[in-house]
């Protein structure tokens, strides 16, 4: 029986991007972040997909690894810890924007200028969403107009999971450098 040794597996996925060491990784501490993120609060599927980041953030970040100064197992759990403090501070930012924007919204709604300025936001929204791949633009359609989850939309498009989250983090990543004139 081999030892599982996960310090050599991350070397590997630094020096080479050894897919099998990366499988390896991800089989064994996805569950447990996963476990991780639920003692902490998250739902089931929240801890799921801060799991997934976690070790998507393993796999870019293998190189900066030093056996030296942290277990391997310590370093997995630091980085699920950062995924989730990274996450919850973009949740509170959603929440506090979207908050901004009901009481700017609900100020006057009828009056002309108020009008206008949701016209124009309107179009802007449109016209970006227009410009993105279409890839990426099916991907926003499903989850946004459609009301589909991440799952739901992995199983129609014939997609990996993982894909699907990649395009929606990818179009809302370039949304989000063209609607930053909305503030």
């Known amino acids: 029986m081999v030892e599982f040794d996960p310090a050599w597996l991350i070397t590997r996925v630094a020096a080479t991007q050894d897919r099998d060491a990366f499988v390896s990784l991800f089989e064994h501490y996805a569950p447990r972040v996963k476990s991780m993120m639920i003692r902490r609060g998250a739902s089931p599927d929240r801890a799921e997909d ?30 699920a810890r950062n995924v989730g403090i990274d996450l919850g501070r973009r949740d509170l930012r959603a929440a506090r924007w979207l908050e901004d924007e009901a009481v700017q919204e609900e100020a006057d709604p009828d009056e ?22 279409s890839d990426q633009l099916r991907v926003v359609r499903l989850s946004f107009f459609d009301g589909l989850a991440h799952a739901e939309i992995a199983k129609l498009l014939g997609i990996p999971l993982g894909t699907v989250k990649s395009r929606m983090r990818l179009a809302l990543h370039r949304l989000r450098g063209k609607l930053g004139e909305l503030r």
Do not use: C, H, K, M
Not at 57 to 70: H, I, K, M, T, V
């Open 112 to 133: 002309p200028e108020g009008q206008l300025l949701a016209a124009e936001r309107e179009d802007l929204v449109r016209t970006s969403i227009a410009t993105l791949p």
């Open 50 to 79: 801060l799991a997934q980041e976690a070790l998507l953030r393993l796999w870019r970040n293998a190189s900066q690894f030093d056996p030296g100064r942290a277990t391997a197992s310590s370093w997995v759990y630091a980085i």
